[in-house]
């Protein structure tokens, strides 16, 4: 899963996708990957892990993982091929949720590519190029349709109507995440592989003396966001970026110093997990403790099969404890004694937490 870190020249999009690159560094236990020089993969925090790695004496730890992209900084008329108009587009259309980095802090020091700190302005501009470009990618499929159907076969007419009525919200300035679609037009939609059809997270850069409270442009951006039920992070990139590189110590006074009781980039990570629709299932055992991605309505059968193919073919159960049960009795052979290690079949939906182990035929 790919979240694409978008947002117009010098708002302090590179800056947090250093701060994640370097926390991703310092995942010990994970093998931190660059697949390309703007492609990093970050650990998802999770202090379960730590506990079950105690209580198991685990000789690894493994959490799950996420990717992220930083995406060329996009200008007004990319959609039509403007400075990296066609590399940002091709880059942002293979993620599956978009980070939306927003300038809100004032800096004489740090031009702004429109002269001015403006969130409105600047989230109009990139939504506007999206949904210009997937006006664009509309109509051409629209074309192709309605080609196929000059034969007079009704079978091309409610696709007809629900790209006319796309394009239509396109023009509109209606992305098409927010537009009302039934659950058979969303998989229709999903299949065209639309830019705005994705998940938005905005992140509210501001100055250092705003760290830990907000300010007159993290308002905008929250206010935009209400409006289309997005999620709004607000943090500082610069520091984020500094607290990375600092041992746990360190790390931990300086926080106390700038007011911050939760890192910004752990809130933004774990909310793109969420956003996403991820939860993470547990193994855990002498050798490794570690967290298993899955996406929210995941049965056990195909749990199984992230573990391991055998798995999933061969399914035959799947004991399952809930973690904060497992923690509080102390032992898997505890909380069975006490009646909450559950057995559970092939339609058993996976839920968040969950311990489990699974037992199969080879």
């Known amino acids: 899963m790919k979240l694409g870190v978008v947002g117009l ?41 730590n506990v079950l790695t105690t209580l198991f004496h685990s000789k690894k730890t493994i959490p799950a993982v996420l990717e992220f992209v930083d995406i060329a ?21 293979e993620v599956d949720a978009i980070v939306h980095v927003v300038r809100c802090f004032d800096d004489a020091n740090v031009t702004h590519v429109n002269d001015k700190v403006d969130p409105q302005g600047d989230i109009d501009t990139i939504d506007i190029e999206l949904q210009l470009s997937d006006a664009d990618q509309v109509e051409k499929r629209l074309a192709k349709v309605k080609n196929q159907a000059k034969n007079g076969d009704k079978k091309f007419l409610p696709e007809i109507e629900l790209l006319e009525k796309l394009y239509n919200g396109l023009q509109s300035g209606v992305s098409i995440r927010d537009q009302a679609l039934t659950d058979e037009e969303k998989e229709y939609v999903d299949g065209l592989f639309l830019l705005t059809s994705k998940p938005v997270i905005y992140v509210a850069n501001v100055g250092e003396k705003d760290i830990g409270k907000s300010n007159k442009y993290a308002e905008v951006v929250k206010s935009i966001a209400k409006k ?27 926080q106390e110093d700038y007011g911050i009781t939760e890192s910004g980039l752990d809130v933004l990570i774990n909310v793109g997990y969420s956003t996403l629709g991820l939860i993470s299932f547990l193994t855990t055992g002498e050798d490794e403790t570690r967290a298993w991605t899955i996406t929210k309505g995941t049965k056990a059968p195909q749990a199984a099969g992230k573990i391991h193919t055998d798995f999933e073919r061969g399914f035959i159960r799947a004991e399952i404890v ?41």
Do not use: Q, W
Not at 75 to 89: I, Q
Not at 228 to 252: F, H, M, Q, S
Not at 348 to 354: H, I, P, S
């Open 322 to 362: 809930n973690y904060k049960d497992l923690v509080e009795c102390g032992s898997v052979a505890a909380a069975k004694e006490k009646g909450l290690l559950r057995s559970e079949g092939k339609e058993y939906v996976m839920k968040d937490g969950d311990v489990v182990h699974f037992r199969f035929n080879v």
């Open 73 to 93: 900084g996009l200008v007004k008329g990319a959609s039509k091929g403007e400075g990296l108009g066609n590399k940002f587009l091709s880059h942002i259309r």
């Open 228 to 254: 289309t039920n997005a999620e709004v992070i607000t943090l500082c990139a610069k520091v984020e970026e500094e607290l990375v590189g600092l041992d746990d110590e360190d790390r931990a006074f300086f």
């Open 9 to 49: 020249p010098n708002v302090g999009k590179s800056t947090l996708f250093n701060a994640i690159t370097k926390a991703g560094a310092e995942c010990a236990n994970y093998p931190f990957c660059t697949i390309e020089p703007n492609v990093g993969v970050v650990a998802v925090p999770d202090e379960r892990l």
